[in-house]
């Protein structure tokens, strides 16, 4: 097989190379220096991360390549014909930004430069005089030659450059296509670093939306937990996403009893958070209204129901418990949610899952039921999301009830240090990786 032709290496270097000889390739040719003066361009264009200042490198550039003393960018973006804008200029004093300062761009209509950006084709024009009445003759004073370098998008010439210079025979040695060819990828790599910045200052702000809809989010939450006689308290919420779907509250029912509510809207982010506001919203309006745990999930139901027919399939599960501190006694009703666990003696005592119906915001008519049982000193009750008990490790193995009910002993002495100890040990099992889902832990230890 005959050696591939190279310009600068023939059949001896490849050879010499092929048979692991150190010598140094022979450079490439590059009689007029063109070459090397376009990779050093190109390297540099690759280092910039603002496209003003990369305009302004290949600007100072673009002279050695193509001579030409006078320079002129003209677009005519969002405009017709005959108009067009001046968005540079060398003769400028100041250097404006075409994005940011389209006010103070110059704005003139036909012309031997209208006439250039309208006819799309490149051009290479020798002893031309631009009349004085043109409406760019400032731009070009003394003109005598140039050459019209168009940079297309979706097939049309929306913006070109054009380099002038008081030589009619400046631009007889320019190869055209290989000018408008390097023009126009520089054109692609200045509209994708614009892009890539535009997007950047989108991310930002959204950022910064999502981070204030995570504030009034965790705003919504309970300030600081209640003192609910003989009952010791403590939580724990962390979300998926920057705002999130888990919801708790509790209610102070003014005849001694105390509403305890969690909840978990499906999905996490900014949508399930918007679906929590307004349960919560409803939930402080009606919940002194209704006496009874159904009362309340019922109306809940109806509410949710009408408002997520405008999103796709939306629903909440939910717990919501009446406990009276005066007999220990906890009424309470469930919308799908995590049964929470009744640990008794160090031990699960039973899981409180004989009050489920439907998650809100599925089927108005459903009906929910009412249970009872009792809380008894030295009892603890966990309620919690999925959002925990679902979390896996990087086997995909589940968190699960097991694991949950470890950190709940009878010698534990708060309900903070069953928190704290369900938040360690999940961490632990799922190697600090990222939640998949938002979590949220209440655990209420009777005294």
Partial sequence: MNAPNVPGLGATDLAAQRSGDSRPLPPPPDTDGRLGLVVDTVREISLQTDPQTMVALFRRRARKLYRGELFVALSRRELSAPWYRITRSSRWPEELNP??????????????????????????????????????????????????????????????????SSDPA????????????????????TGTLLMAQRL?????????????????QRSLLPERLPAIPGVDLAAWYQTAAMAGGDYYDFFDLDDGRW??????ASGHGTPAAVVMAMLRTMLHARCYQCVTAPE???????????????????????????????DGSLRYSSAGHNPPLLVRGGALLRELDD?????????????????????????????????ITEASNAAGEMYGHQRLLTCVHEDV??????????????????GGGPQDDDQTLLALRVR
């Fill in 200 to 216: 950047e200052a989108a991310y930002l702000q959204l950022d910064r939306e999502r981070k204030r809809i995570a504030d009034i």
């Fill in 99 to 164: 994005w940011t300062q389209k006010d103070r761009l110059p704005l003139l209509q036909g012309g031997l430069l209208g006439e250039l950006i309208y006819d799309e084709t490149p051009r290479l024009l020798r002893d031309v005089r631009m009349a004085p009445g043109d409406p760019a003759h400032e731009h070009a004073p003394g003109m005598r030659s140039l050459i019209s370098l168009p940079i297309y998008e979706q097939g049309k010439a929306l913006n070109m450059v054009v380099r002038m």
């Fill in 296 to 326: 309340l999930l019922t109306l809940a139901n109806r509410q949710l129901c009408l408002q997520t027919r405008r999103y796709d399939g939306s629903f909440v599960t939910a717990f919501y418990g009446i406990y009276d501190p005066r």
């Fill in 259 to 264: 509403g305890i509510f969690i909840a978990d």
């Fill in 413 to 430: 002495p708060s309900a903070q240090h069953v928190v704290d100890c369900v938040h360690y040990k999940l961490h632990a099992f799922t």
């Fill in 170 to 189: 400046c631009f007889d040695g320019v190869n055209l296509a290989d000018a408008v060819l390097e023009a126009n990828l520089f054109g692609r790599a």
């Fill in 355 to 387: 009050a489920q119906a439907l998650p809100l915001g599925v089927y108005e008519l459903t009906e929910f039921c009412e249970r009872r049982t009792t809380l008894c000193p030295g009892d603890t009750l966990l309620l919690y999301t999925d959002g």
